[in-house]
């Protein structure tokens, strides 16, 4: 039974108390995620007193209403926190874990990796982590003290509708046939054809859910009706995950993987994403190389960072997966002589070769989301959240009203097998149960001398972590403003494939060729990233979302 209502009269603009900016400056408190609805949500919590850890539980929830592609409760997602003083910096690691019956073979068909089964359906599915996640920010750094008062915005959205954006209609309508293909039972997305801007999308399973979540906190998802909801969706399809699993679920407060670049300090996370420690060596080999001393996309600037990232995501592929199953050389992967030593064969003329550098095809896409808030006492969150590729799994969980992810494709299904994202790896990320599948997400918060300076984060599978570092540098080695580094465009080397992707309008063809001359495969994609980004300025809040989407500054 699905209780999903469509109701397509309403097809006006936004309400005019939504529409928000790409980039804001504002002396207290700002929200900046994917949506207007979310920010809205998280806005108000602000205004209502609420610290930033109250209004990021709230915008997490939103996101799961009004962003379906990735924000969600049926997935998992990372944190970073800094308090306002700087004395508390912690991390939060709520990725979802692989069920008990996981096993390292579990994607090969006929000895082949099989990447419809880790991406699709019931079977792609890890066990979420994102209520979980939000139960333990809230218990640990809530001012305001009230569950429900965070969860029940987000009821309501999903009860009442949501106009939703031009983006949201093209993608429902892209994704159709494989919810089709993909769902045990009917519901909005494979019923409804031809989705158009300002159409109404009621989600009344979605907010039984939520309700409960309200009302019975971390017990309202991991027992009782949606946890039951979720087996049942497993058994009609390939699924694996049980009641056992969904109780066992733990998040994990880890320290932070920190760095110093341009006398600021990076905070960033640690495994199981590679981010944090890939943005520390790709900061640090910038310092070696003298970037700063360049010019903001000159093709000396940009050729150099190619190179960095080259070295960096070939010690990905090798060296990193989830800490708690395996010995990541975290000393080694962050030692200043190794990376000197690791960029010392750097020749500012010539690209090198990825084969030589020692330790498939990409799809491109931006479907997970990141959301920063920064508060009147200037404690910031800095939120990434996803299902993995666009919807997950594609499989909403019947009766329950919300997308499965299809995080266990971010596992190395098989030696030498790309993910979605085209990335490699090996023994540290091969599949085992309860283990975390190795991330990019790449949640950053910047200080200095006890003062907040940045919040920043973005989806984008492996581009996550080459748009975090750009726009870092952007900031501190190129002196960009927030709205220029964020918008600016980017570029990404991930090792291998040896291509360097950029977007289309980053370089002037001059540029392009002499990097092209210098022996750089270059390949043009479509956007890069979708970066959220608070800087501190001159005490005010300047507050920028991405202009490559829907996404939305509000603050006060
Ligand atoms: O954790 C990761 O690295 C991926 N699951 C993130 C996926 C993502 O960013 C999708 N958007 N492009």
């Known amino acids: 039974m699905f209780f999903f209502v469509l109701i397509s009269a309403c097809r006006n603009k936004l309400p005019s108390e939504l529409v928000s900016s790409k980039a804001i400056v504002v002396d207290k408190a700002a929200v900046v995620s994917a949506h207007p609805e979310a920010s809205k949500i998280g806005l108000q919590v602000l205004r209502d007193g609420g610290n930033a850890a109250d209004a990021a539980i709230a915008v997490q929830f939103a996101l799961a209403v009004c962003y379906p592609v990735a924000g969600n409760i049926g997935g998992g997602g990372f944190m970073v926190y800094r308090s306002g003083d700087g004395s508390d910096i912690s991390t939060l ?217 080259r070295r960096a995501f070939a010690d990905r592929a090798e060296h990193l997966g989830d800490s708690d199953y395996y010995p990541v050389p975290f000393e080694d992967l962050l030692d200043k002589e190794y990376l000197k030593e690791r960029i010392s064969d750097f020749n500012p003329e010539r690209a090198s070769v990825s084969e030589d550098i020692a330790s498939g095809d990409f799809s491109a896409s931006e479907e997970t989301t990141h959301f920063c808030v920064v508060d009147a006492d200037r404690n910031a969150v800095s939120i990434t959240t996803t299902i993995n590729t666009g919807f997950g799994a594609k499989t909403v969980v019947g009766g329950a009203g919300f997308f499965l992810n299809n995080e266990m494709d971010d596992f190395s299904a098989q030696p030498g097998v790309p993910n979605a994202y085209g990335l490699l790896g090996a023994e540290a990320n091969k599949i085992e149960p309860g283990k975390r599948m190795l991330s990019s997400m790449t949640p950053t918060i910047v200080d200095e001398d006890g003062e907040l300076v940045l919040a920043v984060g973005t989806p984008g599978g492996s581009t996550i972590i080459t748009s975090v570092y750009q726009v870092v540098m952007n900031i501190l080695a190129f002196e960009l403003d927030c709205k220029e580094a964020v918008h600016s465009r980017r570029f990404h080397h991930q090792w291998k494939p040896d291509k360097v992707f950029f977007e289309s309008d980053c370089l002037s063809a001059d540029r392009r060729a002499e990097l092209e001359s210098m022996g750089h495969e270059i390949v043009e994609r479509s956007s890069i990233g979708k970066v959220e980004a608070i800087q501190v300025v001159n005490g005010k809040l300047s507050a920028v979302a991405d202009n490559r989407g829907d996404d939305s500054a509000m603050g006060f």
């Open 93 to 309: 690691d709520f990725r979802e874990m692989a069920p008990n019956k996981a096993h390292a073979d579990m994607y090969l068909v006929d000895g082949k990796a099989d990447s419809n089964l880790s991406r699709n359906g019931q079977l792609a599915a890890g066990v979420p982590g994102s209520v979980d996640g939000m139960v333990e920010v809230f218990n640990r750094y809530s001012k305001l003290k009230d569950w429900s008062r965070l969860v029940e915005p987000s009821v309501e959205l999903a009860r009442k509708g949501f106009p939703i954006t031009a983006f949201q209609a093209k993608r429902f309508n892209e994704y159709r046939q494989a919810f089709i293909d993909n769902n045990t039972k009917a519901n909005v997305y494979t019923i409804t054809e031809n989705w158009k801007a300002g159409d109404l999308l009621v989600q009344e399973d979605l907010a039984q859910s939520l309700a409960l979540i309200s009302e019975h906190g971390r017990d309202g998802f991991y027992k009782g009706p949606v946890a039951e909801k979720i087996v049942a969706e497993m058994e009609r399809g390939n699924g694996i995950m049980s009641l056992e699993d969904l109780a066992n679920y733990k998040s994990v407060w880890r320290e932070p993987i920190t760095t110093e670049y341009q006398g600021k300090r990076i905070i960033s996370m640690p495994p199981p994403s590679s981010g944090g420690i890939l943005l520390a060596q790709l900061l640090d080999m910038s310092e070696t190389l003298k970037v700063d001393e360049m010019d903001f996309h000159s093709v000396e600037a940009v050729h150099a960072m190619i190179e960095a990232e």
